[in-house]
Nanobody, 124 residues
């Protein structure tokens, strides 16, 4: 129903910024709430940020509030995660996910579609 492809990851020094993109296929992108998750080696996958179908609502985990911004452009079938003031603790594989609901879920099991992930590495 929807395929997701993340891009924009890379190596950045502490204090720097990256913008992740999640390109979605299909004609019904706006029907999906979108979320960003991340997983560091040896750690569980964690919710980072979510956005409702039309971008009216957003939600962030406490550790990224004020630094990360989730957005979407439904005309381009793309969701974004702008990451500023990055720290080594942000190092992880970042995944975008789609939830066929309007609200924002923080549990990964609520999302039915996932991208392949993009690596973000922040050096100190």
């Amino acid at each position: 129903q929807v395929q997701l492809v993340e891009s924009g990851g890379g190596l950045v020094q502490a204090g720097g910024s990256l913008r992740l993109s999640c390109a979605a296929s299909g004609r019904t992108f706006s029907r999906y709430a979108m979320g960003w998750f991340r997983q560091a080696p040896g750690k569980e996958r964690e919710f980072v940020a979510g956005i409702s179908r039309y971008g009216r609502s957003t939600y962030y985990t406490d550790s990224v509030k004020g630094r990360f911004t989730i957005s979407r452009d439904n005309a381009k079938n793309t969701a974004y995660l702008q990451m500023n003031s990055l720290t080594p603790e942000d190092t992880a594989v970042y995944y975008c996910a789609a939830d066929f609901r309007d609200g924002i879920a923080t549990r990964g099991i609520e999302y039915g579609y996932w991208g392949q992930g993009t690596q973000v590495t922040v050096s100190s």
